[in-house]
């Protein structure tokens, strides 16, 4: 009987995930471009800037991300309006880019320094050099760390039903909800897609941190 039920709401299963998967790439894409940011300014900004990135990363990394999610929908939807969904993009990509910046920061110290001193010579600028020289090797070298990221914030998606963005957790709970039981079977398949989604995102970012792998630095693929 639950088999047959789980079938006919596989669909809203389906569309609980795809829900998922979209905040998860919002979540990281905001995480990526302003992680990057706060990376740079990190490690080659003025003092005043690297201190401010600095104190947005410490606040952000220490607030638990049910906390941000309640206080970006209950607290800041009072100045600005926004649904659900975009609130939790913005609660969990500020978080993530917390993280992110920290991957990247690595990252960028990972590369020699000799590097950036013989872009100088040669009559680079700061910018320049970082853009052309530092920042393909570091973004290259982050990969690896970044898998670790992926995970959590796949995993970090199925808090957002507490302010109602109707992904996976929740359309388990209408089920639940629906066939008055069944709990067990029900978060058994929930958690079953959760792990096929993040051991497919890990597989392909593994196969492409070795391809893009470095000559000369140690990566996955010589362990």
Request: with cysteine; charged share 15%.
């Amino acid at each position: 009987m639950i088999f047959e039920t789980l079938i006919s709401q596989m669909p809203y299963l389906a569309h609980g995930l795809a829900v998922a998967i979209g905040l998860l790439v919002c979540l990281l894409s905001l995480g990526l471009v302003l992680g990057l940011i706060l990376a740079t300014l990190e490690v080659y900004g003025h003092w005043s800037l690297r201190l401010a990135c600095v104190a947005f990363e410490r606040v952000f990394r220490g607030i638990p991300a049910i906390v941000l999610l309640l206080l970006f929908y209950y607290g800041v939807t009072d100045y600005i309006e926004m649904g659900s969904f975009t609130a939790a993009v913005l609660a969990l990509g500020l978080r993530s880019a917390a993280y992110q910046s920290q991957i990247f920061r690595g990252a960028f110290l990972s590369v020699p320094k000799g590097q950036m001193m013989a872009a100088r010579a040669m009559g680079m600028n700061k910018l320049l050099a970082i853009r052309d020289i530092v920042l393909p090797q570091a973004l290259r070298m982050s990969i690896g760390p970044w898998t670790n990221e992926f995970s959590s914030e796949l995993k970090a998606t199925s808090l957002a039903y507490v302010i109602g963005v109707v992904e996976l957790t929740r359309q388990a709970k209408y089920i639940i909800s629906n066939t008055q039981g069944n709990i067990l079977i029900v978060f058994g398949v929930v958690a079953l897609m959760y792990f096929v989604v993040n051991r497919a995102g890990n597989w392909a970012l593994y196969r492409l941190e070795n391809r893009l792998a470095l000559p000369g630095f140690e990566h996955r693929g010589d362990a």
